[in-house]
């Protein structure tokens, strides 16, 4: 397996995104399965483009300045045309063009419990909002658990394609975003949500 990245532009600054690659097998695509953005599960060769012959999972999409946000190691390989498929996607969704991502996603990224958090966030429609409270009650945790629902999506790898922007305080106030609170604010303006 074969870690890659690119750099693509947007209205939030430079995204770096990265995936693993893999070799595909003699077989057609469909071989393992992984999450996909906003579908749960789907079959290798869904979304992304192809490297070569190499089947390639998001694993990461951060900003510029993002806490936590990924940073080009050693031994990764720039291939912006592995990414050519969801630059497309983020250019539409930014462009206003598209309401959701279709992209394969690398398995085994965080924890159990972040990634039923995570779920949560693929399941809140374009244009819409919910709170910590609710995303807490959706995955059965509450009271104190709300704090651990806040870290979980404070965690999410994939800004922007697993959308914890669209959750804020139970008042209507954005609240933590770990691209910055400005940017929680033009991505959730952009879906129509806050003028």
């Not at 462009?95 to 779920?119: H, M």
């Not at 790898?157 to 106030?173: F, S, W």
Request: aromatic content about 6%.
């Amino acid at each position: 397996m074969t870690t890659v990245y690119a750099w693509v532009d947007s209205p939030l600054g430079e995204l770096l995104l990265v995936g693993e690659a893999e070799q595909r097998s003699g077989s057609a695509a469909g071989g393992g399965a992984g999450a996909t953005a906003g579908h749960g599960l789907g079959a290798a060769g869904d979304g992304l483009g192809a490297d070569g012959g190499a089947e390639v999972r998001l694993c990461s999409l951060s900003v510029p300045g993002q806490k936590g946000g990924a940073v080009v190691r050693d031994g990764w390989r720039h291939s912006p045309e592995a990414f050519t498929e969801i630059a497309g996607q983020l250019e539409a969704y930014f462009a206003g063009r598209s309401t959701r991502f279709d992209v394969p996603i690398a398995p085994g990224i965080g924890t159990e419990f972040q990634r039923r958090v995570w779920e949560v966030l693929e399941s809140i429609p374009y244009g819409r909002t919910v709170s910590y409270g609710e995303v807490a009650a959706r995955v059965g945790a509450s009271g104190a658990g709300v704090r651990a629902v806040g870290t979980a999506i404070g965690r999410n790898p994939l800004l922007v394609v697993r959308p914890c922007h669209r959750v804020i305080g139970a008042d209507g106030t954005l609240r933590g975003y770990a691209g910055g609170l400005e940017r929680k604010k033009l991505l959730l303006g952009l879906e129509g949500v806050v003028g």
